[in-house]
C-alpha cells in the first residue's frame, strides 16, 4: 500500500507541474488561450491521482499507520516527487516541442482524439532546460503554493494521528489549506503569469514559477511536516 501511495503522489506531482509547460507551448505558437484550455484539461484529468492520495494516506492511519511511518511515507514520496518535477525541468526543451505539435494540430484539425497523435518526444536532445531571468515574487508565491498543496494530505493525516478521536474533523481542514495555496495561485500567480506573457517576458516568468515549483516540493513541504511535528510530538 504504502508503495503505490508514493507511486501515484510521484506520477501526480510531476503531471500536474509537466501541465504547465503546456500553457507555455500556447504562449510559444501564439495561442495561448488554447494552450491555457489545455493546462487545464490536463490538470483535471491529473486530479483522479490526487484524489485517491488522501484516502489512502487516511486509510492507512486509520489501521495503525505511526507517526514515524508516515514521515517516513513523506519522505520518499516528497523526494521522488522532488526528483521528477526537476527531471521535468531539465527535459523542458523537449517536453514542450512535444506539447506545441499537439496544440498545432489542434488549431489545424480541431479538438478531436486524431490531434494527439502528434504526441511525440522530440525537441532539444538531452538537457534543455527553460532559462530566464530570476522574478522573486513569481519564485515565492509558486513556492508556497505548491508546498501547501502538495503536503496537505500529509500534514493533516500527521496532526491526525497524534489527535485521532479527532481525526474526522482535522481531516476536513484539507479543503481549507488547499483553497489557501488556491486563492493565491489565481489571485497572484496566475494573473501575474499571464501579464508576463503579454508582455513578452514569459520565459521569466515560467523559469521563476517552475523553480519555485521545485523549492516548494524539495523544502517548503519538508519544513511543514518538520514543523506539525515539532508543534504536535
Known amino acids: 500500500m504504502d508503495a503505490l501511495i508514493v507511486v501515484i503522489f510521484f506520477l501526480f506531482v ?14 510559444r505558437i501564439g ?43 513523506t519522505a520518499w ?21 512535444s506539447f506545441c505539435q499537439v496544440l498545432t494540430r489542434i488549431k489545424q484539425n480541431g479538438y478531436r482524439i486524431h490531434s494527439f497523435s502528434a504526441v511525440r518526444l522530440a525537441g532539444a536532445p538531452g538537457i534543455s532546460p527553460l532559462k530566464g531571468k530570476f522574478i522573486a515574487a513569481f519564485f515565492y508565491s509558486s513556492a508556497v503554493t505548491t508546498g501547501l498543496f502538495v503536503s496537505v494530505s500529509f500534514v493533516l493525516n500527521l496532526v491526525a494521528i497524534f489527535h485521532f478521536d479527532y481525526r474526522g474533523s482535522i481531516l476536513q481542514l484539507t479543503g481549507v489549506v488547499s483553497g489557501i495555496g488556491s486563492l493565491l495561485l489565481n489571485f497572484y500567480t496566475n494573473p501575474h503569469l499571464a501579464v508576463s506573457e503579454e508582455s513578452g517576458q514569459a520565459e521569466d516568468g515560467y523559469f521563476s514559477v517552475f523553480l519555485g515549483k521545485i523549492f516548494g516540493i524539495a523544502i517548503v513541504s519538508p519544513a511543514l511536516i518538520a514543523a506539525v511535528w515539532l508543534v504536535f510530538h
Open 77 to 97: 514520496s516528497l523526494m521522488l516527487a522532488a526528483l521528477g518535477t526537476s527531471a521535468v525541468y531539465l527535459l523542458w526543451g523537449t517536453v514542450n516541442a
Open 31 to 73: 495561442s495561448v488561450s488554447l494552450g491555457y484550455s489545455f493546462h487545464n484539461a490536463i490538470l483535471s484529468l491529473n486530479r483522479f491521482l490526487g484524489f485517491l492520495i488522501g484516502p489512502l494516506i487516511g486509510f492507512r492511519v486509520d489501521t495503525g499507520m505511526t507517526a514515524p511511518q508516515l514521515l517516513h511515507l
Open 14 to 27: 510531476t503531471v500536474e507541474s509537466s501541465a504547465l509547460i503546456a500553457r507555455y507551448a500556447g504562449w
